[in-house]
C-alpha cells in the first residue's frame, strides 16, 4: 500500500492518472455507475498504480494540494 492508493479512484483520474504521462496512450477505465473514462494504462483494475515504484519522474513529481502524499504522490 503506498499514499496514493487511498486516493478516490475519481480524483486520481481527474488529477494525475488520465493518461500515461511519458507518452500520453491512455486506455478506457471504468467507474462505479458504468461511466467510462480515460485513464493511464498503467492502473491496474483496482485504480492503483502498477508501477508506482517504478513510475515516471512526472508522476512522482506531480503535485497535488493536500496530499502527494509520501512527498511523491
Ligand atoms: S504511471 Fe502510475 S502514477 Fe503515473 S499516470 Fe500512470 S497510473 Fe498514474
Ligand atoms: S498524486 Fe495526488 S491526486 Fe495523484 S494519485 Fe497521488 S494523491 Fe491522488
Redesign the pocket.
Known amino acids: 500500500m503506498n499514499a496514493?492508493d487511498e486516493c478516490p479512484i475519481a480524483d486520481?483520474i481527474h488529477e494525475?492518472?488520465?493518461?500515461?504521462?511519458d507518452s500520453g496512450e491512455s486506455v478506457g477505465f471504468m467507474l462505479e455507475g458504468n461511466v467510462r473514462v480515460a485513464?493511464?494504462?498503467?492502473?491496474d483494475g483496482g485504480g492503483r498504480?502498477?508501477?508506482?515504484y517504478q513510475?515516471?519522474l512526472?508522476?512522482q513529481m506531480?503535485y497535488c494540494d493536500g496530499v502527494n502524499r509520501d512527498g511523491f504522490g
Not at 16 to 21: A, Q, S
Not at 49 to 52: A, D, E, H, N
Open positions: 496514493c486520481k494525475c492518472c488520465g493518461r500515461f504521462p485513464a493511464c494504462p498503467h492502473l498504480c502498477s508501477i508506482y513510475r515516471p512526472k508522476c506531480h
